[in-house]
């Protein structure tokens, strides 16, 4: 596939996402009965988000060291276990179960600061990542490096926040 069709692809399934995702908000898609493994999920969740904290570090480190084939295969778990928490994510909203956060004093402008940068970064980090990946994977290392200089960061601290988000929220649950 040519770069015009793989940038196309990216921008569309990051634009399906992002309108998925704003329309589970809405309470639009909800099921008629919901499993009961289904309020499992943000824990499961921040799980995943926790061992893709450690799988960037890890890979970060691999790639300092020249070690290109344990940096990519980390990144490709990560990926994949990225792509599993989206669908568990969706899965959850659109479930129609949904926890308000109940915390106040300085604790609720804190959560509330975590929480939207967690939003707005999660929307951009999609596509960077979504390129970086398929630059990596084509070995195109002097495009990757740029793109990585932007997604390595804002990816990781879209899943160290997840599991912030998730923890303040515990006791809503």
């Known amino acids: 596939m040519s770069d015009k069709v793989i940038f196309r692809l990216v921008w569309g399934v990051s634009i399906f996402v992002f309108l998925v995702v704003a329309l589970l908000q809405t309470g639009i898609i909800t099921w008629k009965v919901v499993p009961g493994w289904v309020i499992q999920l943000p824990k499961v969740n921040a799980m995943i988000n926790g061992t893709c904290t450690v799988l960037?570090?890890?890979?970060?480190?691999?790639?300092?060291?020249?070690n290109v084939e344990i940096h990519k295969?980390?990144?490709i778990l990560t990926f994949m276990l990225s792509a599993l928490f989206l669908v568990l994510y969706i899965i959850y909203h659109s479930s129609?179960?949904?926890a308000k956060f109940g915390g106040d004093g300085v604790l609720r402008p804190i959560y509330f600061f975590?929480?939207?940068t967690h939003i707005i970064l999660?929307?951009?980090v999609l596509?960077?990542?979504l390129l970086s990946f398929y630059r990596g994977m084509k070995m195109q290392?002097?495009?990757h490096r740029k793109l990585v200089r932007w997604s390595f960061p804002i990816?990781?601290?879209v899943t160290i926040t997840g599991v912030l988000v998730y923890l303040m929220m515990a006791p809503y649950y």
């Open 73 to 75: 295969r980390l990144n």
């Open 114 to 116: 975590i929480l939207i």
């Open 56 to 66: 960037l570090i890890t890979s970060f480190f691999y790639i300092r060291k020249g």
């Open 122 to 124: 999660s929307a951009i």
């Open 155 to 157: 990816w990781l601290y």
């Open 127 to 129: 596509p960077l990542v």
């Open 141 to 143: 290392v002097e495009k």
């Open 96 to 98: 129609g179960n949904e």
